[in-house]
């Protein structure tokens, strides 16, 4: 029986007259990368802002190691770290100040925050960057650092927004070591991607969200075996085959 | 709490590291206080010019007695300088409203009264000949008033004495018929323009805060850290408490440079070391209330330009309905309007303090509605956060 971490059930979040997820359902195992895959305006991040406690739900439950997100969202908060689609942080200060900070806010007292800033920035190769201001940072070294962020107060589960979005493939492929790292360590993760070789390489399963509904969940290889050949169908043959060919911008 | 320092620790570090901001910041105290003591510093009394004609002049273009006279004695006062000015350039500046206002003594003035004839000045105007030509004409109405007065009583003695008289049988004869007029000047009762205009400039300068607060605010949203910050274990209470403490102390810091310039350069005219602590106490509160202002502003912002124009015309509306320049008369509707500006409060505060040394235990009641909007803005911010974050 697997170890649920994170449940949501029947999510639904409206907009004025626009629902934005309808009645999504899913749950991410311990120790698990969950891959949510699905166009632009499917409803992933929203559905993301709801789970990482940033927007309520209109109806619909989560709960993150047993805390519910309404109930006890800060118990659940302390459970999470997030790193958004776009990066969220204060550029006119330096690298470790800004972890440094996120930690504290994460409950960390000086000290701790400190050497985990210090930890965070090896592991990201940005040891001899930390006293560097963020907006001379290039754009590989933001992504990285805005991961190193939300992994500050040792969170047991990580939100990710799409992010090796707009980098080059060195650092994207840094992102992807640090993340398997991540996962051997025991980390829960959700991530979320438009790059189908990167959920193929990273996620156990995935759920394709589109039209604010969960239109398909499993492993990538289920997935690709539901519409034939596993071993000639790619993962984004899946993507188009469920949610079409059509521009969505 | 502890969370809420670090919050407002961040902010402020922020805010230093925008070094040409951050100079900019603190010579805007300077700059303002320089400005107000250039246009108010030790100008407690009216100084105006007369600006004068002069056609009743000899065949050497001398000024005949009456005329000379005249032009004599308004100069020998202290508000007054009298300026002479031909026909030809007094038109010409008038019709470039170069001045305002001309006096002219017309040819054959001196002999008309010589000759027991009627005689007067003329006046040239452009307009209503502003607020200086207006307070000099009626000096000069009331110096030639004087001068016809004086006639008058010479001839009523060479009718009572006959022609043979002089200034004393003048002056003998004026011994028990005189009245006069005696000024008492008080210690504080010389309007100083310093003491009435520097409440409005300190409220005003601490309201501009507002926009910066604002904006700020709206751009932290913009970047997506605000909403990281929720995702931790930092409550929004805290998060802006934070905010707002960092704001508050920004104020403070620009005021406590204004005040202190207006302490050094004025001294005891305008504060007792008391009284400027008190006045550095109610501007700490009002910081503290406009710093809550700044707060819901950026709460509700959904662009910068909303924002920014948000903050200004809420400045705008309070400085306005607060009476910050001009007093508002009392038993009119902007009278009732301006107690929900809260610069009212403020400004009556502060004029209390630096005219009469008010104690604070007597200002209670615009401590406390400072204090209640305070404690209202924050809450209404956090309140209008979580809305619009929904």
């Not at chain 1, 963020?134 to 992994?151: C, P, Q």
């Not at chain 1, 394709?208 to 289920?222: C, F, K, R, V």
């Not at chain 2, 620009?254 to 109610?282: E, N, P, R, W």
Request: proline share 3%; hydrophobic share 45%.
């Amino acid at each position: 029986m697997p170890d649920e971490f994170l449940i949501a059930k029947e999510l639904h979040k409206s907009f004025s007259e626009i629902k934005a997820v309808n009645g999504v359902s899913f749950s991410i195992n311990r120790g698990e990368i969950f891959g949510l895959l699905g166009p632009n305006g499917a409803g992933k991040t929203t559905t993301i802002r709801m789970l990482a406690t940033v927007l309520q739900p209109d109806s619909g439950e989560v709960t993150i190691g047993g805390y519910s997100t309404h109930q006890n969202a800060p118990k659940a908060r302390s459970l999470i770290g997030v790193c958004p689609q776009d990066l969220a942080l204060y550029e006119e200060l330096s690298a470790i100040d800004n972890l440094v900070f996120f930690g504290r806010m994460s409950g960390l007292d000086g000290k701790e925050a400190k050497e985990q800033a210090d930890i965070n920035l090896r592991l990201m190769g940005l040891e001899d960057r930390a006293k560097g201001k963020i907006a001379k940072f290039s754009g590989g070294m933001k992504r990285r650092i805005n991961l190193a962020v939300a992994l500050m107060g040792t969170p047991e589960m990580l939100f990710l927004d799409e992010p090796t979005v707009g980098i080059d493939p060195q650092s994207r492929n840094s992102i992807y070591e640090v993340i398997e790292n991540l996962r051997d360590k025991g980390m829960t993760i959700l991530y979320t991607t438009h790059y189908m070789e990167e959920a193929s390489r990273l996620c156990k399963r995935v759920a394709i969200i589109d039209g604010g509904q969960m239109i398909a969940m499993d492993t990538p290889t289920a997935l690709k075996s539901q519409i034939g050949d596993p071993d000639k169908i790619t993962l984004e043959d899946v993507f188009l085959h469920y949610t079409g060919r059509s521009l969505r911008d | 709490m502890i969370k809420a320092l670090y919050v407002a620790l961040l902010e402020t570090k922020i805010f230093l590291t925008d070094k040409a901001g951050l100079a900019f910041s603190l010579l805007l105290p300077i700059a303002i206080f320089a400005l107000m003591y250039g246009a108010f510093g030790g100008q407690t009394i009216f100084h105006g010019t007369a600006y004068m004609v002069n056609q009743d002049v000899d065949a050497q273009g001398q000024a005949n007695y009456y005329s000379d006279l005249i032009v004599e004695q308004l100069d020998g006062l202290d508000s007054l300088d009298v300026s002479i000015l031909s026909e030809a350039d007094a038109q010409r500046k008038l019709d470039r409203s170069d001045i305002l206002m001309a006096f002219y003594i017309p040819e054959g003035f001196s002999d008309d009264i010589d000759s027991g004839l009627s005689s007067q000045l003329t006046i040239k105007q452009r307009g209503n000949g502003g607020d200086e030509g207006q307070i000099v004409a009626s000096i000069v109405r009331g110096m030639v008033e004087n001068i016809n007065q004086q006639l008058q009583v010479h001839a009523k003695v060479a009718g009572a004495v006959g022609g043979n008289y002089n200034q004393d049988t003048v002056n003998e004869y004026l011994a028990n018929r005189t009245v006069s007029v005696n000024t008492s000047v008080g210690e504080s009762s010389a309007p100083d323009p310093v003491k009435e205009f520097l409440p409005g400039i300190v409220t005003m300068f601490i309201l501009f805060g507002i926009s910066m607060n604002a904006r700020a605010l709206y751009e932290e949203r913009k970047r997506g850290t605000l909403e990281r910050l929720v995702t931790t274990r930092l409550g929004v209470g805290q998060m802006f408490t934070g905010k707002f403490l960092s704001y508050v102390a920004r104020g403070f810091i620009q005021t406590l440079i204004l005040l202190s310039l207006a302490y050094a350069v004025f001294g005891g005219d305008l504060f007792t070391t008391a009284s400027f602590f008190k006045a550095l106490f109610i501007c700490l509160v009002f910081s503290g209330a406009a710093g809550a202002f700044g707060l819901i502003i950026g709460s509700v912002s959904r662009s910068e330009g909303q924002a920014i124009w948000m903050a200004v015309f809420f400045t705008m509306s309070m400085v306005m309905l607060g009476g910050t320049f001009f007093p508002i008369p009392e038993d009119t509707v902007f009278f009732t309007i301006s107690k929900f500006s809260i610069n009212t409060y403020i400004n009556d505060a502060l004029r209390a303090i630096t005219a009469d040394n008010a104690s604070l235990t007597s200002l209670w009641p615009e401590l406390l509605i400072m204090a209640g909007v305070i404690v209202v803005g924050l809450a209404a911010s956090r309140y209008m956060f979580r809305v619009i974050s929904k």
